[in-house]
C-alpha cells in the first residue's frame, strides 16, 4: 500500500507542481513563475528520487507508529472493536482458551 501511493504521488508530481507555483506565486510576475517551472523541469530526476525516499521513509515510519500502538494496546488488556469489548487476562493458562478473552460490554443487536 505504501508503494502504491508513492507511485501515484510520482504520477501526480507535476500537477501538484503547478498547483502550488500558481496559487502560492500569484503575485509574482509570469516571467518569475515560468523560471520556477523550468528549474522544477531542470531538476525533475533528483525532485523524483527525493519525493521517493520521504514518502518511503514517513511511510515506514507511521507503519511502525500503528504497529507499536496496537501491540501496546493489546499488551495492557483492553482491546474493542465496535461495540465488544475484550479484556485480557495475562495470568489465565494458556491451556483454558474459553478465559483468555472476555467480552466486557455486548449491545444487543436488535
Known sequence: MILGLTLVSLNLQRMVELFIVYVFLFFERQSMKMMIL??????????KLTA????????????????????????????????????????TDTKDT??????LVIDPVL
Open 38 to 47: 523550468k528549474n522544477l523541469i531542470a531538476h525533475r530526476e533528483s525532485n
Open 98 to 103: 474459553t478465559s483468555i478473552m472476555t467480552p
Open 52 to 91: 521517493i525516499i520521504f514518502s518511503l521513509t514517513l511511510g515506514s515510519i507511521i507503519f511502525v507508529v500503528v504497529a507499536a500502538n496496537l501491540q501496546i494496546q493489546t499488551l495492557t488488556g483492553t482491546t474493542s472493536w465496535g461495540n465488544i469489548q475484550f479484556s485480557v487476562n495475562p495470568n
